[in-house]
């Protein structure tokens, strides 16, 4: 294996390490909603015939970059208490989110869904617990 990529590897995991105390299997999940939902709407608005926007997708990647750094200030206060919940609430506080946009842009793109799944965005929605535009 190459040296640089060897030295690339350890830099990775060095900051993910300190980023977010290793690599969980919530981590990984959390990660993939993200792009997931990123992808799906993506398709979404192609779909609709909204097209595809650089602004708007540029907004849509900050949003998650700002997840992420909420993520990463939420390990560093279990750091600094010394706990292990401020993150993983974090993180399912966001998930929550994503997958609820996931399921959403699903039925954007004419997939079928439950009826009850869609009456319980309705209502969050109608609550102001979800607000994607927020997110």
Request: aromatic share 12%; hydrophobic share 50%; glycine share 12%.
């Amino acid at each position: 294996m190459d040296l640089t990529l060897k030295w690339g590897i350890a830099l990775f995991g060095t900051i993910g390490t300190y980023f977010f105390g290793g690599w969980t299997e919530l981590i990984s999940f959390f990660l993939l909603a993200i792009v997931i939902d990123y992808g799906t709407g993506l398709a979404a608005s192609i779909k609709e015939g909204k097209g595809l926007s650089s602004k708007v997708g540029f907004w849509g990647l900050a949003k998650k970059g700002l997840m992420m750094l909420v993520v990463i200030l939420a390990h560093r206060l279990d750091v600094l208490f010394g706990s292990d919940v401020i993150m993983i609430g974090a993180i399912y506080f966001y998930l929550a989110n994503e997958l609820i946009s996931i399921t959403e842009n699903y039925g954007r793109l004419g997939l079928p869904l439950p009826k009850q799944i869609k009456d319980v965005i309705a209502i969050l929605k109608k609550r102001g617990a979800i607000n994607h535009e927020s997110i």
